[in-house]
Structure formats: structure tokens, C-alpha cells
């Protein structure tokens, strides 16, 4: 990420790294140390204003100088609990949703946070918790937890709206938000649309023996993602009211 001069990179160490966008020399270097086991991904920094929000696999959230690595705040938002070490990984793989003054975030074994950055406090939590980039539109987030199950929340106050749960225990992927309509994938080659208003399927579109790689991109009612074979696709979602 790229912002006031400043490029913050992520290392899978447990490093942030702040580094001149002029010559790439190093300005600071954050160290965290990483606990006995982890989930395989980081949660990607979000940079805006001269401010780094960036997820720890400890379970901490923390908020950066961008220019200098100093902490603003640094808080745990996930606590690790359980007697063996998969029962205790609490690590915030979710990339940071930033929308206007609130954060949202998930954690692994726990709940959904949003962060009222100007106060420096929760504003409110639910109990979905997830390892999967959050998806939103002007009142709700959408989340799929660790199960499989879609969720839709509100977000002023976290409450549920509704729970997808056809695809639990499938390999459901992070929700993509596209207009009237939310769309996941899952590791068979399916990629289904559900429709925001009560979570009902209302469409799928199959993949084949082919999944999604990374993050689709959507433009309107179209979505463009890479596919496992290196392929780009286009999908274009129309009104299935």
C-alpha cells in the first residue's frame, strides 16, 4: 500500500516494513512475533491519511505513523483460549475494511469487530468470526465464516439479517458484493449467487474443475477474476428478481 510518500509491505514473519516510495530505502521496520501455529495468510495493511491499520496472527489490531512506524493504538481484538494450538489460533487473516470512520475486522476463532477510529474504540461485535476479506454496500457487511456459511450484517450494529447456510462446510470463498446480489465461490467450481435481501441462491454459474485466484474485480453488474488455469473470465450478473 502507498500513501504520503510511504510504501507498507507485509512479510510472512510477522514484519511490516515502511519504505521511502522514492528510493525503496527503509524508513522503519515493525516486528511482531509470530505464534506456535498459524493460518497460512497475513492480513493485508490498509494505509490512508498517514495511518496503517493493519491484523497480527496474535490477534492484535493495531494503527501506525506511516511515516515513522510509531503506534497510535494497539489493542487485542482475539484471544486465544483452548488447550491445544489449533484450539487456540486467533490469527486476523481478513483484510481491513475501512468505510468512512469505522473499521471492520474478523478474526479467526472469534467475532466480527467494527472500530470507531476516531474514538479509538468497538463499536459493536458479532460472533460470526471468519479468515476471509469482508464484503459491504450502504448498510450491510457480508462475511463467510470458517464453516461456510454467508452471513449478512448490519453495519451500525452487527446484528444478523440472515445466514446462508446451503454451502456450510463446502470451501466457500470471500463474498463479492454486486449490486442487488452477493456471489461466493466453492472449491468444486461453483459460484453462486445469493440474493441480499433473505441470503435465498438464485443463480449458479459453474467453474468446471477450475476455482478463483485472488480477489475478482467488479465493474458494474460484470466481475472479472482469474481462474485456477490462469485464465480470465467474465461474468456479467443480471437481474434475477
Not at 498459524?38 to 490477534?59: A, H, K, M, N, Y
Not at 474485480?217 to 481462474?227: N, P, R, W
Request: net charge negative.
Amino acid at each position: 500500500m502507498i500513501d504520503s510518500g510511504v510504501v507498507v509491505a507485509r512479510t510472512g514473519d510477522g514484519k511490516v516494513v515502511g519504505l521511502s516510495s522514492y528510493d525503496g530505502s527503509v524508513k522503519w521496520t515493525i516486528s511482531r512475533q509470530l505464534p506456535k501455529l498459524t493460518l497460512r495468510g497475513e492480513s493485508r495493511p490498509v494505509l490512508t491519511q498517514g495511518v496503517v491499520f493493519i491484523g497480527f496472527s496474535d490477534g492484535n489490531m493495531a494503527a501506525l505513523q506511516a511515516e515513522n512506524g510509531t503506534a497510535l493504538w494497539d489493542f487485542p481484538i482475539s484471544f486465544p483460549r483452548g488447550t491445544n494450538e489449533i484450539d487456540r489460533l486467533s490469527d486476523i487473516d481478513t483484510n481491513p475494511l475501512l468505510v468512512g470512520d469505522y473499521l471492520y475486522i474478523s478474526s479467526y476463532q472469534e467475532v466480527t469487530h467494527a472500530l470507531d477510529i476516531r474514538k479509538q474504540r468497538i463499536a459493536w461485535s458479532s460472533d460470526v468470526s471468519s479468515f476471509h476479506s469482508l464484503a459491504y454496500d450502504a448498510a450491510y457487511l457480508y462475511v463467510t465464516d470458517k464453516l461456510g456459511v454467508v452471513h449478512q450484517l448490519g453495519r451500525t450494529d452487527g446484528q444478523k439479517g440472515w445466514s446462508q447456510t446451503d454451502l456450510q462446510y463446502f470451501q466457500v470463498s470471500a463474498p463479492i458484493s454486486v449490486g442487488p446480489y452477493i456471489l461466493v465461490s466453492e472449491g468444486d467450481g461453483g459460484l453462486y449467487v445469493l440474493r441480499k435481501t433473505d441470503g435465498a441462491i438464485v443463480g449458479k454459474h459453474s467453474l468446471g474443475a477450475k476455482t478463483i485466484i485472488g480477489e475478482p474485480i467488479v465493474d458494474s453488474d460484470m466481475i472479472y477474476f482469474l481462474d485456477s488455469d490462469g485464465s480470465l473470465q467474465s461474468i456479467s450478473i443480471i437481474n434475477k428478481s
